[in-house]
């Protein structure tokens, strides 16, 4: 398109800076740099990182229990999972940790090595807000606000040599997260089902057309550039068809918003239309009040995560040696139980990591015990992995990248903090 | 305007420079043109409705701001005609509050006979006949959407949508079901265009914000609610003929214990101070934080049978004395500390610049110009926090008439669906659906669960897949077949046949005489080839609707 020519002409003579006089936004210019450089489709297979967000912070020690702690019954009396071997117990996986009960889809694959857990994970920022903690999880950048763009689409952004289709980077649900949103193109997908143009046939084809011609005219900014990737990713989809793709080996995912989430990140993924990185995020751990042991509030999301993450790994069968699965929380909740039978905010959680070339069957990060005068603050389990060197190594190990000091600004991660849960 | 030149003066004494107006005078509004009014109207309404330019452009600026900041004075029948369908408006608190405890009651039996559900919290696309709680709370969206569309007092309907976005409790944390409407309509609505000090307090005071940032369970340590210290009494009373009696009441005692809440919990505390007032930079610590909670230790709700209502219970509060941003807290004045507290925070200077530069946000720029933030917090100050001033300064500041500034805001979803509803001259249907339309487009109402609102900037709201919903809908309007909207009765082109003729109604409907140039030129390639007049018409409105211009306001 010579409009695309002309604007790359005009970039790459004079930069960005003069552009903006013009009111051209720097996002676009780089969206427009990458339209350039998109090629045709993949219809290869990709390696590809799933990130889940457990939204409003999890409850770590409930998740990952450390049943072989005493303090943990001590500060817990009504809400602590019970030790493996009782009523409603953890399930044990190596003497001092257990799974919460309704992680049981979890446990095979964890025995079987795909599934490596990580605890005492989290953020060195301090802050107990969820909105500011999952705001610097989601740029990557633990204290400082003012960083625009998401880790992912940074990374996004410094890996584009693979080759560019719109279905790179995809959110499942209504909104771009955070930790997507920068230069790099990406889709935010709510439904594969209703996802593309209006109409039908050779309606659609006209529809489609006219709205690119509008769009494709003197329109600028980020509307128009977003326009651009909406037509391509709509053509794409139509051709490969990713929603009738049914659950492969007997997978059942559950029918909840998570499961069909998990579900259709499988769908892009047999699909082969080039994901690399999927993003969905899942809620409900903000448990203040009556959270529950073995069974109640937090054991029903529990069930509901663990049962899709097994659905997702059943799934993809072999192909979950090109997949990552990484799952994280903005910040872990109070060692002790509250007034309310709930949990409040606190600092370190835990995190998983599922598929790919994972040395899973184990329980990774220093444990800092739930000795009082080694937690946070006195009162919260203490950080000894920052989410950053769990990140980098995924981010290194699983997609190769290259270039860390462009996704984590101001951050030098360094191999040797790494937890080795993948080969080098 | 007095006021005005007297803000100007201050702030170059202050060195500020008013860099966005340069070259716009400040009573620009007394030369006004077509632009000037379609702009004010994208930016202080959800966009004209037919005639409306013509009608504002007559009223002049003052004429329109005087009506528009005292909404009581505008007759509003559409509306209140349209919202009298609404059975959830008729409801008192505590009815809402009997269907919702039958809905749960009935929820429970179903799981106690082994129907599992794990309910996720996660917002979803409303049902299509949703019925108890959850239709009144599908009725509540509907009335936040025609009240949108079909209001003459447009502002106070964009500051009521500030406000709730500024207060935001997300509707789907459990008895938040039953309290929103009173939220919305007697704590956000009642001082939308008041002051901002009343405005907070109400919200402090509302169940609402009380259950959803847990306020309600946060108690002074140790304390003990005065039932429980009755039945310890009776217990001590008792004599030991009575064991079976006695072991009743223990086991009431220990149900309590179990149920009561204990010790501080400092959310409401750190939202108060990082999103209603101060704002995150706004020079507060972590001790602040636990110090605001202290002072709001037995702020709670009480709930009975036939009352739901602010409630401070006297046992909860934490006595001791409390520091907060270096102002100390006397100790044992009970409720009294909370109120000293709130207005302290309402005239704190933090407080003025984070909500002036949210408000310059909403209806100037995503990232407002100093000089607008300025303006505001001057009038805030001249004024005392009156909310109307504080608008009206931002609105005859030269920033907001600064051609940069211009159709640089991307619409919401709200907004968008309820501009295109205006612009053809269409009214919400008596379903439901609507309501859909807009969660589809990604904000299902009052279901933000972050306390920050649905955000206020492009970014948040531009993506292909967003677009591509809005495409859909454009061209389901442009059909006069979009689920939950009536189609006008007056057809916004007419009979228009011809491409001229199409084209100067597009051009007139929708971009109002004074914009659109390359989106009509390529209306016009699109649609000249098509032989049914009608299919042009829908073809031409559709992509107008759809259009780069009509993203933005």
Same mark, same amino acid.
């Given at each position: 398109m010579t409009t695309e020519k002309l604007r790359r002409r005009v970039f790459v003579k004079t930069g960005g800076l003069a552009l903006l006089s013009l009111g051209l936004d720097p996002i676009f210019l780089t969206r427009a740099a990458y339209a350039v450089r998109r090629s045709g489709a993949t219809g290869t297979r990709t390696k590809t990182l799933v990130c889940v967000f457990q939204r409003g912070a999890v409850d770590g020690l409930n998740m990952?229990?450390?049943?072989?702690?005493?303090r943990y019954y001590d500060e817990r009396p009504r809400i602590a999972v019970p030790?493996?071997?009782?009523?409603?117990?953890a399930l044990d996986l190596d003497g001092m940790f257990g799974l919460h009960?309704?992680?049981?889809?979890l446990l095979p694959l964890y025995h079987a090595g795909t599934l490596a857990l990580v605890h005492a994970?989290?953020?060195?920022?301090?802050?107990?807000?969820h909105f500011d903690a999952q705001d610097y999880m989601e740029s990557?950048?633990?204290?400082?606000?003012?960083?625009?763009?998401?880790w992912l689409n940074r990374q996004l952004a410094h890996a584009a040599d693979h080759g560019t289709t719109p279905f790179r980077g995809v959110a499942i649900g209504p909104h771009l997260p955070r930790a997507l949103r920068g230069a790099a193109p990406a889709l935010a997908i709510d439904n594969l089902q209703n996802?593309?143009?209006?109409?039908?046939g050779a309606l659609r084809e006209r529809i489609t057309s006219a709205f690119e011609e509008m769009y494709g005219g003197t329109s600028s900014g980020l509307v128009a550039s977003s326009a651009g990737e909406a037509f391509d990713a709509a053509r794409r989809l139509e051709a490969a068809h990713p929603e009738r793709v049914r659950p492969a080996n007997g997978a059942a995912y559950p029918s909840s918003p998570f499961g069909r989430a998990m579900r259709q990140i499988a769908q892009l993924i047999r699909s082969d239309l080039g994901l690399e990185i999927a993003f969905t995020d899942v809620g409900g751990?903000?448990? @203040?009040?009556?959270?529950?042991?073995?069974?109640?509030q937090l054991a029903g999301r529990l069930a509901d995560f663990g049962r899709a993450l097994a659905a997702f790994a059943t799934d993809l069968?072999?192909?979950?040696?090109?997949v990552t699965i990484l799952t994280m929380s903005e910040f872990g909740r109070t060692v002790a139980e509250n007034g309310a039978s709930g949990t409040d905010h606190g600092h370190a959680t835990a995190m998983m990591v599922m598929g790919g070339s994972t040395r899973g069957g184990r329980v990774y990060g220093r444990w800092p015990t739930l000795d009082p005068a080694r937690r946070f603050k006195g009162r919260d389990l203490a950080v000894t992995t920052d989410f950053r060197d769990l990140f980098a190594e995924v981010l290194v190990?699983?997609?190769?990248?290259?270039d860390l000091g462009a996704v984590f600004p101001g951050y030098q991660t360094n191999a040797a903090r790494w937890l080795d849960l993948m080969p080098a | 305007m007095r006021r005005h030149y007297a803000a100007a003066v201050l702030l170059t004494l202050a060195g500020a420079?008013?860099?966005?107006?340069?070259?716009?005078?400040? @009573?620009? @509004?007394?030369?006004?043109s077509r632009a000037d009014v379609v702009h004010l109207l994208n930016r202080t309404a959800y966009g004209p409705r037919p005639g409306d330019v013509e009608r504002v452009l007559i009223l002049g600026l003052d004429g329109y701001l005087d009506a528009q900041l005292h909404?009581?004075?505008?007759?509003d029948s559409d509306a209140n005609l349209y919202l009298r369908r609404l059975h959830v408006l008729e409801m008192s608190t505590a009815d809402l509050r009997e269907t919702y405890q039958a809905g749960v009651r009935a929820r429970r039996e179903r799981q106690r006979r082994g129907a599992g559900d794990s309910a996720a919290t996660r917002p979803e696309v409303p049902e299509m006949r949703p019925t108890g709680m959850r239709r009144y709370l599908a009725e509540f969206q509907q009335a936040a959407l025609a009240r949108a569309i079909l209001s003459k007092r447009q502002l106070y309907e964009v500051l009521v949508d500030f406000w709730t976005n500024h207060f935001n409790v997300f509707v789907l944390k459990g008895p938040v079901r039953f309290l929103m409407p009173s939220y919305i309509e007697d704590v956000i609505r009642r001082h939308a265009l008041g002051s901002f000090e009343d405005l907070l307090i109400a919200t402090a005071q509302s169940p609402a914000m009380l259950v959803y940032l847990d306020n309600a369970q946060s108690v002074a340590p140790n304390a003990e609610p005065p039932q429980l210290e009755r039945m310890r009494r009776r217990a001590e009373r008792m004599?030991?003929?009575r064991a079976a009696q006695r072991a009743r009441l223990d086991s009431a005692m220990r149900r309590l214990e179990l149920r009561m809440p204990r010790g501080i919990n400092e959310n409401y505390a750190r939202e108060l101070l990082e999103?209603?007032?101060?704002?995150?930079?706004?020079?507060?610590t972590q001790d602040d934080v636990m110090h605001v909670a202290r002072i709001l230790t037995g702020w709670g709700v009480q709930q009975r049978p036939g009352t739901v209502r602010f409630v401070f219970n006297d046992w909860a509060h934490d006595r001791g004395e409390k520091l907060v941003l270096g102002h100390v807290f006397p100790p044992g004045r009970g409720e009294r500390e909370g109120l000293e507290l709130l207005r302290m925070l309402a005239r704190h200077p933090s407080t003025m610049r984070f909500v002036s530069t949210k408000l310059c946000r909403r209806f100037?720029?995503?990232?407002?110009?100093a000089a607008c933030i300025d303006t505001a917090v001057q009038a805030w100050v001249g004024s005392g926090g009156d909310i109307g001033e504080v608008i009206r300064a931002i609105l005859t500041s030269p920033s907001f008439w600064?051609?940069?500034?211009?159709?640089n805001k991307v619409k919401t979803p709200l907004e968008f669906v309820a501009s295109a509803a205006r612009v053809t001259g269409s009214v919400p249907d008596t379903t439901l659906a609507l309501v859909r339309v807009v969660a589809r487009l990604g904000q299902p109402l009052?279901?933000?669960?972050?306390?920050?609102?649905?955000?206020?900037?492009?970014e948040s709201w531009v993506n292909a897949g967003a677009l591509l919903q809005r495409f859909h809908v454009a061209l389901a309007i442009a059909g006069g077949r979009a689920p939950g909207l009536q189609a006008p009765r007056?057809?916004?082109?007419?009979?228009?046949?011809t491409a001229d003729e199409i084209l100067a109604g597009v051009r007139h409907v929708?971009? @109002?005489?004074?914009?659109?140039a390359a989106t009509l030129q390529s209306i016009r390639n699109q649609i000249s080839?098509?032989?049914d007049p009608r299919a042009r018409r829908t073809l031409a409105m559709g992509m107008a609707i759809g259009s780069p211009e009509f993203q933005r306001r």
């Open positions: 990952i229990v450390p049943h072989g702690e005493r030790p493996p071997g009782h009523a409603g117990g009960p309704a992680l049981a889809p994970v989290g953020s060195p920022d301090a802050t107990r807000s990557g950048t633990p204290g400082r606000k003012t960083t625009q763009d998401g996802f593309g143009m209006p109409g039908r751990w903000d448990t @203040h009040v009556n959270q529950g042991a073995g069974e109640g069968g072999e192909r979950l040696a090109d190990r699983h997609l190769g990248s290259t | 420079t008013p860099a966005a107006g340069q070259g716009q005078p400040a @009573h620009r @509004h007394v030369v006004w909404p009581n004075r505008l007759a004599t030991p003929r999103l209603h007032t101060l704002g995150v930079d706004g020079g507060y100037v720029a995503d990232d407002p110009p600064a051609p940069e500034y211009r159709t009052f279901q933000e669960s972050a306390p920050t609102g649905y955000p206020d900037r492009r007056e057809p916004p082109l007419g009979s228009a046949g929708f971009f @109002h005489d004074v914009a659109g080839d098509l032989p």
